[in-house]
């Protein structure tokens, strides 16, 4: 998705990220390559996923700039928890200004990312990214960490982003357990829950259906459908609301309304949205 972004003009993207496709399989950037050239791989993903690219866009650009915020105070190291072939490292050395970046990931992906690096070495940038092999369900992270040059006791910045929701619960609590235990006063997660929606399913009354009818044959707004839209509406973003708040978050990115016809008459609106917690600059 990243690298499919770079279809758009540089002022028009939501993340710039020109090393993307170094992690490509051929037969991927075959495809993107010959897609691009016409921008339709980018209108085919929203086509058959609405919303689907905006929303991992946005999660990675809300991370990057506060990651960009922490690293201009005195944030002296970055760990980035099932990492994948996330390219923070390089994208943004210049902010950095070589402070180290600890990849952590399953070791299988670990060491074919480390790789595909040692192939493109002289068209990425000089960055400190040093990659740690961990399985999240059996090793420890902080011995890992520690193995690979992590400083305990400074001010550290930890992403973890589209990964607790494939890890057990007791997992993801002893791997917050253990980041609490090696981080310093001041350590920022940038933390992003994941997907939250809201629902609500209405039907027409047979008299709205009825007023309805008659206002199509003057032509004009029809009230009686108008106001069913804007209860639902406001109904399904009530429930969303809701949802976050029971996930622990205090903010919704990039919020968007569904629809669709369960069965005559009766239609299912959607309110959906990114779960993130969000805190004051300085805080």
């Known amino acids: 998705m990243r690298a499919s972004e770079q279809r758009r003009k540089p002022a028009d993207r939501i993340v710039d990220d020109p090393y993307a496709k170094l992690f490509l399989g051929p037969m991927l950037r075959a495809a993107l390559a010959t897609w691009e050239v016409s921008g339709r791989l980018g209108n085919l993903a929203e086509q058959f996923s609405p919303g689907l690219l905006a929303f991992v866009l946005c999660r990675h650009r809300y991370i990057d700039d506060r990651l960009v915020r922490a690293l201009r105070a005195d944030v002296e190291q970055v ?9 923070r490292g390089y994208r943004l050395a210049h902010e950095l200004k070589y402070r180290p970046v600890f990849e952590v990931d399953y070791p299988a992906t670990s060491e074919r990312k480390t790789k595909i690096v040692a192939r493109y070495k002289k068209e990425l ?23 690979a040059g992590f400083k305990r006791g400074v001010r550290t910045f930890f992403v973890w982003e589209g990964v607790a929701m494939y890890l057990m619960r007791s997992t993801v609590k002893a791997t917050l357990t253990e980041l609490r235990e090696i981080s310093a006063p001041g350590s920022e997660i940038a933390r992003v829950i994941g997907p939250v929606w809201g629902i609500t399913v209405r039907s027409r009354s047979i008299v709205g259906t009825a007023c309805a009818g008659c206002q199509q044959i003057f032509g004009g707004e029809i009230s009686a459908l108008t106001s069913l839209a804007v209860d639902s509406r406001n109904e399904a973003m009530h429930r969303l609301e809701t949802n976050a708040i029971a996930l622990g978050a205090n903010a919704v990115l990039g919020m968007r309304f569904d629809s669709g016809e369960l069965m005559q008459n009766t239609n299912e609106i959607v309110a959906y949205g990114t779960a993130v917690i969000l805190s004051a600059p300085g805080r």
Do not use: H, I, M, N
């Not at 940038?125 to 990659?131: E, K, L």
């Open 79 to 87: 760990v980035l928890l099932g990492a994948g072939y996330d390219t």
């Open 125 to 147: 940038p000089v960055s400190d990214v040093r990659s740690v092999e961990v399985d999240f369900q059996k090793d420890s992270l902080r011995d890992r960490l520690q193995a």
